[in-house]
C-alpha cells in the first residue's frame, strides 16, 4: 500500500519569498511521485514527476522537489513566490508499474501569497 | 490538442436517481481514470480503464461504474445517488496505463445531490 502525508494543510508566504510545501510518503515499492496543482474552478495539471532517475526534479513555473529516500520526503519548493502560484497542491504516489496508473493523493496545501 | 473534456459541467440531481457522466481523453490517449474530489475525502481513484477493460479499481460501492468505448471515450455511471455522492468528478486520460506517462484531467463534472 502507498500513501502521503501533507504536513501543511495551508501555508502563506509574501510574494517574492521562497515557498515549501512538505510532503512525506509511505510505499511498499519503489514509488513514483508527482506534484499536481489545482487553481479554483480548474482541473489538475502536473507540476512534476519523479519515477526514480535523478532526486532533484525540475517542474514547470520554477518549481522543484527533491526525493530524499532516507527522509521518505518529496518536498516541493520554489525560490520566489508569484501571486498566480496561490493555488492548492497535492502530493501524490503511485506505484511504480507499467499497467497501473492509480494515484493515491495527498489531502493537499493550500498556498496563499500575499504582497 | 485539445484537452480533456467532460460533459455535463455541472448536474443537480435527486437522491435515488441515477447519473452519467462523460469523459472524452486527450485525442492518441487510449487511458482513462476517473477520480472523486470531496472536501471530506479529498481526492480517491474510482476506476481505470484501458482498451475498453476496467484495469484497476478503487474502494468504491457497486453504484459506482463505468465503461469504455472503442474510440477511448469513457462513461461512468452512479445508481440509486446518495447525498454524500455530491462531488467533483475528474477524469485524466494518458497514452497508456503506468505511471512513466503524464495522466492530463479535465475540469470535472461537479455533481449535487438534493
Known amino acids: ?115 | 490538442k485539445a484537452g480533456v473534456t467532460q460533459t455535463p459541467r455541472y448536474l443537480i440531481k435527486t437522491r435515488g436517481q441515477q447519473v452519467t457522466l462523460s469523459c472524452s481523453p486527450i485525442s492518441g490517449h487510449r487511458s482513462v481514470s476517473w477520480y472523486q474530489q470531496t472536501p471530506g475525502q479529498g481526492l480517491q481513484f474510482l476506476f481505470e480503464y484501458f482498451s475498453e477493460t476496467q484495469r484497476n479499481k478503487g474502494n468504491f460501492p457497486g453504484r459506482f461504474s463505468g465503461r469504455q468505448f472503442s474510440n477511448s471515450r469513457s462513461e461512468m455511471n452512479v445508481s440509486t445517488l446518495e447525498l454524500g455522492d455530491s462531488a467533483l468528478y475528474l477524469c485524466a486520460s494518458s497514452l497508456v496505463p503506468g505511471t512513466s506517462y503524464e495522466q492530463y484531467f479535465g475540469p470535472g463534472t461537479r455533481l449535487t445531490v438534493t
Open chain 1, 1 to 115: 500500500a502507498q500513501s502521503v502525508t501533507q504536513l501543511d494543510s495551508h501555508v502563506s508566504v509574501s510574494e517574492g519569498t521562497p515557498v515549501l510545501l512538505r510532503c512525506n510518503y509511505s510505499s511498499s515499492y519503489s514509488p513514483s511521485l508527482f506534484w499536481y496543482v489545482q487553481h479554483p474552478n480548474k482541473g489538475l495539471q502536473l507540476l512534476l514527476k519523479y519515477t526514480s532517475a535523478a532526486t532533484l526534479v525540475k517542474g514547470i513555473n520554477g518549481f522543484e522537489a527533491e526525493f530524499k529516500k532516507s527522509e521518505t520526503s518529496f518536498h516541493l519548493t520554489k525560490p520566489s513566490a508569484h501571486m498566480s502560484d496561490a493555488a492548492e497542491y497535492f502530493c501524490v504516489v503511485s506505484l511504480n508499474t507499467g499497467t497501473a496508473s492509480k494515484l493515491t493523493f495527498g489531502t493537499g496545501t493550500r498556498l496563499q501569497v500575499t504582497l
